[in-house]
């Protein structure tokens, strides 16, 4: 399958480009043959193995929904064509172009699951309560502890005011970032792509966890997922990802969020966000082996990528340190 994706920057991923990112993603490199040899499969017969630490499967209440294709295109912003590093392309920022994520929230408990209230205020001001579905849901919302752990993916309820709610699963102390992705439905900023955040303090003796060295591959549920491409930052390139367990190549991922496979990635150090999900829409539950990515990693560095996939009605975390050239 094809499938391409689009970075955080919201001018760029609204570009109007995206058939041509489909068509640069038909470009998919060939994959060694992984090694793998796992104990159990990535299906029915993982009976709630763990996942990797750091990551977090407990907070996806809508694992099992299907999604129609991302929505969301636009104009492309003249002002800034090409420019990296601008304000708003990392998610970094709690507010661009009028459109803000607020909260008064900074501080969350540990220890128990917990409930995060915020909402994006538009131009004029006022909560926004009007957002387009993109991949099934009008917004999408991330969990990262500065070190790229306790990843968590969800998406919250919206109150007929415009107050959202996230409810988290347990937070390790530490910082957190809570990101949300949106598109306005109208307005000055209808069609556009956003994604703000803002940073929560957990109180309690943190500990860092180091990032794992950047690798290949990584396994999650026993699946083995191999992921190929050499990246450079700013720059468009392929990313393919290959499924297998025991060995064999995966066949049967169910769609999730409308695709066949949803990939988040941070920036080791700031935690810089970007999205690459797929455009072409999920059909049957025949996916993989597989998957292709149309990668555009703003910074150089490594990057801590979030690759979810459903098979056998479960939702699996894979994650691992990818490095983007500079
Ligand atoms: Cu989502």
């Known amino acids: 399958m094809s499938v391409s994706a689009r970075s955080a920057r919201p ?3 609204a570009r109007p480009g995206r058939p041509a990112l489909r068509r640069r993603a038909l470009v998919s490199a060939g994959l060694s043959a992984a090694l793998a040899l796992t104990l159990a499969a990535c299906g029915s017969s993982s009976q709630g193995s763990p996942s990797l630490p750091g990551t977090d499967h407990g907070a996806m209440p809508s694992a099992g929904a299907s999604m129609p294709s ?9 002002s800034m064509p090409g420019m990296d590093g601008m304000p708003g392309d990392d998610g970094l920022s709690d507010s661009l172009d009028g459109y803000r994520l607020t909260s008064s929230d900074a501080a969350l408990p540990s220890g128990r699951p917990a409930a995060y ?11 926004v309560t009007a957002f387009a579905v993109d991949q099934t849901e009008r917004l999408h919302f991330y969990a990262i502890r500065s070190d790229l752990t306790g990843f968590q993916h969800l998406h919250p309820t919206m109150a007929e005011d415009g107050t959202w709610t996230a409810s988290l699963s347990t937070l390790a102390p530490g910082s957190w970032r809570m990101f949300a992705t949106f598109t306005p439905a109208g307005g000055p900023g209808g069609s556009k792509d956003f994604v703000l955040s803002r940073t929560v303090t957990v109180p309690g003796t943190s500990r860092t966890t180091t990032l794992p060295a950047a690798a290949g591959t990584t396994t999650v549920d026993g699946c083995t997922v191999t992921v190929q491409g050499d990246l450079t930052a700013g720059m468009e390139h392929p990313l393919t ?6 060995g064999e190549p ?5 769609p999730y969020l409308g695709t066949y496979a949803h990939l988040t990635a941070f ?8 999205h690459l999900h797929p455009t072409t829409p999920a059909s049957g539950d025949e996916g993989g082996p597989d998957l292709s990515f149309h990668a555009e990693l ?10 979810q996939f459903r098979t056998a009605g479960r939702v699996h975390t894979a994650a691992l340190t990818l490095h983007v050239a500079g």
Do not use: I, K, Y
Request: glycine share 14%; aromatic share 8%.
């Open 267 to 274: 920036h080791a150090g700031d935690a810089a966000f970007a």
């Open 11 to 13: 001018a760029r991923s």
């Open 241 to 246: 990802v290959r499924l297998t367990r025991n």
């Open 117 to 127: 209230r915020f909402a994006v205020t538009g131009p004029d001001g006022r909560p």
């Open 298 to 307: 703003p910074a150089p560095g490594n990057w801590r990528l979030f690759l």
């Open 70 to 78: 991302p929505g969301g295109s636009g104009h492309e912003d003249p």
């Open 250 to 254: 995966v066949t049967d991922l169910q």
